[in-house]
């Protein structure tokens, strides 16, 4: 263990990273040479190979995959580590990489909470992304994600932002043309507004149905299934920030209102990564704020 060199792993994975060593001298500033001597070292010194080295291209054996996992989950550790050992004198400052669920709770909800952090520490750096897709906090390198539904456990920590309440709703003319919805059953003989869900899975108690959508407009936009309600193409279940203001001024109608369904928003930020003075702030600011921005979005809907 002695024999390994620091310098020597981080060369291992800029390598493993970039895909060559030409890639990573370019980014690291060394010489292709000298990475190239050091993960010679580096395999010297743990005695296997890491790498296939061609002159067409390279790639990582299989006990290189697994030593590069392990070591780059360690190097962010580490610099994580120094990050937080010397925070104490920086204050709140440095970057912080979020991704956040998107459409009106991301855009109107986080994104001016998150604008208001950063005007107040300008030396604080975001990064905000909106995306449904699931990230590994680890192997992606986010601070915190903001999320909706029921999270695995994990050694990770997670911090509830809010209950978000799901509504189905339809506007009074289609109603009016296609008669009273009184059970989930219904559903099925009706045009629906759905988006990447096309099942939607109803709750009441212990009671469970499934509808299938197979008639109606497929629209993968939270706001453009709210346009689209509104003009009467069909039923949609939208969370009530929404149409909790169309509910109210009789642009829409909730159907179905012991079917709806409660989901839980919430902050997952990674152990180490919680430690850090700047991410633990932003959550609190978030926790903080977020109640009353959720209660006036709900009050006034959602912008144009």
Not at 2 to 17: D, G, P, Q, T, Y
Not at 103 to 113: D, F, H, M, N, S
Not at 153 to 161: A, F, M, N, P, Q
Request: one cysteine or more.
């Amino acid at each position: 263990m002695n024999k390994l060199s620091w310098r020597a792993i981080r060369a291992f994975l800029s390598v493993a990273e970039y895909g060559s060593f030409t890639a990573a001298a370019e980014h690291r500033g060394f010489s292709k040479a000298n990475l190239s001597q050091q993960v010679s070292e580096l395999e010297a010194a743990l005695g296997v190979q890491l790498l296939y080295r061609t002159t067409r291209k390279l790639r990582l054996t299989e006990i290189g995959e697994g030593y590069y996992q392990r070591c780059k989950l360690a190097m962010q550790q580490l610099d994580t580590a120094a990050e937080w050992a010397s925070q104490s004198k920086a204050g709140i400052k440095g970057s912080i990489r979020i991704n956040a669920v998107g459409g009106v709770i991301g855009e109107e909800l986080i994104a001016p909470l998150v604008i208001d952090f950063q005007r107040k520490y300008p030396e604080v750096r975001v990064h905000l992304d909106f995306s449904s897709v699931r990230v590994d906090l680890v192997e992606e390198q986010y601070d915190l994600v903001i999320r909706m539904g029921t999270l695995p456990d994990s050694s990770l920590i997670v911090r509830k932002l809010h209950n978000i309440k799901t509504r189905y709703v339809a506007s009074p003319d289609f109603l009016s043309a296609h008669g009273p919805i009184t059970k989930p059953s219904d559903l099925s003989l009706v045009p629906l507004v759905y988006g990447s869900v096309d099942q939607w899975v109803m709750t009441r108690g212990k009671a469970q149905q499934v509808v299938q959508a197979n008639q109606g407009i497929k629209l993968v936009s939270g706001r453009a299934m709210h346009l689209a309600s509104l003009a009467g193409l069909g039923v949609t279940r939208l969370a009530d920030v929404y149409v909790q203001a169309d509910i109210a001024g009789n642009r829409l109608v909730e159907i179905l209102p012991g079917w709806s369904e409660s989901t839980i928003l919430s902050m997952v930020c990674p152990p180490l990564k919680h430690q850090l003075i700047r991410v633990r702030s932003l959550m609190e600011w978030l926790k903080e704020r977020f109640p009353n921005a959720y209660q006036l979005l709900l009050e006034n809907g959602p912008a144009g």
